[in-house]
């Protein structure tokens, strides 16, 4: 009922759709239900009854009646398919935008868990199918309901005996199709499991189609995914094994009920308890009876994807942002960006601490760099103070406020972060650039790109800023896709700065540069440097070195050195890998 109750609510700002889409339904089944009593009217009545001279004027009139209601009829069919498809098409979209809206909600943690793939096959085929739920489940469920009610009255009054008899065949019809409605709804589910499965590893070996080039595993590729293809061709079989019996079932309960009117329609003819001309009427009421049932036998199917869809949606909605502001949380005003760690831990989720028990006091304006071996908790570090996860204990402040006390987009507005790994939009360069201030104007992406040494690169490509990067920036090389990124940072401009390893996977040429932006970027803010080639340090304010245990040591460059400590082991090693 809690489903239901969700999914109702979606047809609240289309009221006025749906109650016209059901006043249409309502008009199509009473025409539908007319036409055999108009029939019965023909044979009984006019036909036998009326004298031939004024038969071809009843005839007319009862002619042009039909023609009038046929024409209505026209005008309701034309709403219900047209209106009542783009009703579906409109909750379907606000659907969407829940899903994508609540998704932009959820932390780091929920997408370390979660499959890409898995998510876009929530996304757009279980909405799909939702949406053809949503139009033609009550509508379906409306107009079967009014023929069978209505037709079962017609034909109650024709002859209540046989009526009664098909009445309890229809009952053990709605048995059976109640046993294997729920045998559907699970294998339905157990589909949706499985194309997600299969849309993730397409996914993901699309995405990674170069590393699987480079190393020839195609066939790997090809392996994995044939044996997600198989699992699902073998779910899909067996629910065609069940919908194979469930509607060849119906069938022929359906050939029953025929069976059963001719025989006992042959009976009653026989003994005086029926004319032919009712019989004839009986039939096709029994149409009009059987076409909803057949209508809502088809419907299951739909209906079993469009709810387990829905369910599958909602497990989405119903996933809380771990992360989220607090009641009073506050926005950050001119922030100077001094950020003080108080007793911190943290761990992912296997239990293991990978921080424990940090105290760092970064003062404003500080350079600040973050070294230690891999594993050691540099980039967690910098991911608490964003709040893209969250202090297992301690507290984190910048200027001296709790960060849980900051909204997350004041606070994150104040952040500027350059990774190694640059992700680049699918669009141009400018509008790429922009994304570190998206209402800024062309001149202030063009000032951004100068300062981040990107400007001339940028100018000697054909389109200029209006190239197109391609996906995640393919077209670029990693030093120009890193400069991008610095523009970005400089467009944003933030008080606080996290460079992390942004210069580790580039060639000297390129470093060179690149670092030459970062210095400049690094002017008059408070800057945290996680860095790989200890070199890039030499003139940061304070080095902190960072291990599974807490900070190791701390101090400048020289003193570091001087206390030979794991800073001046990690340092030679590195002099005489270059030497």
């Excluded at 890409?116 to 199918?129: A, H, P």
């Excluded at 701390?554 to 340092?571: F, P, R, V």
Aim: aromatic share 12%; charged share 20%.
């Amino acid at each position: 009922m809690n489903i239901l109750k969700k999914f109702i609510d979606y047809y609240k700002p289309y009221k006025g759709m749906f109650f016209m889409d059901m006043f249409c339904a309502l008009v199509l089944s009473a025409i539908d239900l007319a036409f055999p009593l108009v029939v019965r009217y023909l044979l009984n009545d006019v036909y036998t009854l009326v004298d031939k001279a004024k038969l071809l004027h009843y005839v007319m009139l009862i002619g042009l009646g039909l023609f009038l209601t046929y024409v209505i009829r026209y005008f309701c069919q034309y709403y219900i398919t047209s209106w009542g498809h783009i009703m579906g098409a409109k909750m379907e979209a606000n659907m969407r935008s829940d899903i994508f809206n609540h998704l932009q909600k959820l932390s780091f943690s929920y997408y370390d868990n979660t499959n890409t793939g898995k998510l876009m096959s929530r996304i757009i085929t279980d909405l799909f199918d939702i949406s053809e739920l949503a139009h033609h489940g009550p509508e379906d469920i409306f107009i079967s309901m009014l023929k069978i009610l209505g037709s079962f009255i017609v034909l109650l009054s024709i002859n209540a005996k046989i009526t009664i008899i098909l009445f309890f065949i229809t009952l053990v019809m709605i048995y059976f199709s109640y046993f294997y409605n729920k045998r559907m709804k699970y294998i339905f589910k157990k589909n949706r499991e499985k194309i997600a499965s299969v849309n993730a590893q397409i996914q993901d070996s699309l995405s990674g189609i170069r590393v699987v080039k480079s190393f020839s595993n195609e066939g790997v590729e090809k392996s994995k995914f044939q044996k997600g293809n198989m699992e699902f061709l073998q779910t899909k079989e067996t629910s065609y094994f069940i919908m194979g019996k469930f509607f060849s079932g119906n069938g022929f309960f359906q050939g029953i009920l025929y069976l059963t009117v001719i025989l006992l329609g042959g009976i009653f003819i026989s003994n005086g308890g029926l004319n032919v001309s009712d019989l004839v009427v009986y039939i096709l009421y029994i149409n009009v009876f059987l076409n909803p049932i057949d209508k809502l036998v088809n419907f299951t199917e739909q209906f079993q994807r469009g709810i387990t869809g829905f369910e599958r949606f909602l497990e989405v909605m119903n996933t809380e942002p771990d992360i989220q502001d607090e009641p009073k949380a506050i926005e950050l005003k001119n922030p100077k960006g001094q950020i003080e760690f108080k007793n911190v831990s943290f761990g992912y989720n296997d239990g293991n601490n990978i921080l424990n028990n940090i105290n760092v006091n970064i003062k404003a304006g500080k350079n600040i760099a973050l070294v230690g071996p891999s594993g050691g908790g540099k980039t967690t570090f910098c991911s608490l103070i964003p709040r893209f996860y969250e202090a297992a204990q301690g507290s984190i402040n910048i200027d001296g406020i709790n960060i849980k006390n900051i909204k997350l987009k004041s606070l994150r507005k104040v952040i500027g972060i350059v990774q190694q790994d640059v992700y680049m939009f699918a669009g141009s360069i400018k509008e790429n650039i922009a994304y570190g201030k998206p209402e800024a104007s062309f001149e202030e992406i063009v000032e951004a790109a100068k300062r981040a040494n990107a400007h001339d690169f940028i100018m000697n490509l054909e389109d200029g800023y209006d190239t197109y990067v391609g996906e995640r920036g393919v077209k670029l090389s990693g030093g120009q896709k890193q400069r991008i990124s610095i523009a970005r940072a400089f467009l944003k401009n933030p008080p606080i700065l996290i460079l992390d390893e942004a210069t580790s996977a580039l060639d000297n040429e390129s470093e060179y540069f690149i670092q030459r932006s970062l210095d400049e970027l690094s002017k008059n803010r408070t800057t945290i440097v996680i860095a790989h080639r200890l070199s890039t340090i030499k003139n940061a304010d304070e080095i902190l070195v960072l291990t599974e245990d807490g900070i190791e040591e701390s101090g400048t460059h020289e003193q570091l050195l001087n206390k030979d400590g794991m800073y001046a082991s990690l340092y030679n090693m590195q002099f005489e890998q270059i030497s």
